[in-house]
């Protein structure tokens, strides 16, 4: 489960420029991206659809991630990027420890945004080399109090369409990702259950997973 939950997520922001049917959570489409920096689309992200917005994600992951001429750590490093400049760091780190995260300081809560960051790419980055052209589908986002939701689907050549769920939030007034769910199942909840059982094994220590981070992730 969790290979093909990393496999469909990674197709799904790789195939979201040019595969696109309908407006969903992704950025302006390819001519607009191109046309656009890269900087400029992370300043004006707020004010567009939230489509548009997990479009541009999808454009950049192609341009910066796809095929297999990139070596690992530049890929990876190319990942973190794109985490800075689409997701918020700071809440999913927040959400995935769960109420563990009210023992750290602030300063504390910032490295393990990091760390996590570096687990998130270690996992992900490598898996770019293996786009096969899904089809990312996109329909209508939805809003639910402070948050907006994105339905979509990715349609594969080899079996059902599978369903995927984009939760973004504004900060200082920009839209940044928080959660993706897969089939009902958030990834977000699937990790911070991952890691309670660690801290809960290990008498509450959030050091302990921590130090199982940085063990994974040669740190």
């Given amino acids: 489960m969790k ?5 469909i997520l990674i197709a799904s922001l790789m195939t979201a420029s040019a595969m696109v049917a309908l407006p969903f959570g992704h950025m ?6 191109q046309a656009a920096n890269s900087q400029a689309i992370v300043e004006v992200a707020s004010a567009q659809d939230p489509s548009d917005f997990i479009r541009g994600l999808g454009d950049e992951a192609i341009s910066e991630l796809a095929g297999d001429k990139i070596d690992d750590s530049s890929r990876q490093a190319r990942f973190i990027d794109l985490m800075d400049k689409y997701f918020q760091m700071d809440q999913i780190a927040r959400f995935v420890l769960g109420r563990y995260w009210r023992n750290l300081s602030d300063q504390e809560l910032s490295d393990f945004a990091d760390l996590l960051q570096k687990y998130l790419a270690l996992n992900y980055a490598s898996k ?26 990715v349609v594969r050549p080899d079996g059902p369409p599978v369903k995927i769920v984009w939760r973004m939030r504004e900060f200082d007034g920009k839209l940044r990702i928080i959660d993706v ?4 199942i958030s990834m977000g909840i699937t ?5 309670a059982s660690v801290i809960q094994q290990n008498g509450g220590k959030v050091e302990a997973l921590t130090d199982l981070l940085k063990q994974k992730t040669g740190k």
């Avoid at 302006?28 to 991206?33: I, K, L, S």
């Avoid at 089809?135 to 339905?151: C, Q, R």
């Avoid at 769910?181 to 009902?184: D, F, P, R, V």
């Fill in 191 to 195: 990790q911070r259950d991952e890691f």
């Fill in 128 to 153: 770019f080399k293996d786009f096969d052209g899904e089809k990312f589908v996109v329909g209508e986002a939805t809003e639910n109090k402070k948050d907006t939701f994105v339905n979509s689907q």
């Fill in 3 to 7: 290979h093909l939950h990393g496999r």
């Fill in 181 to 184: 769910s897969i089939e009902g």
């Fill in 28 to 33: 302006a489409r390819a001519a607009t991206v």
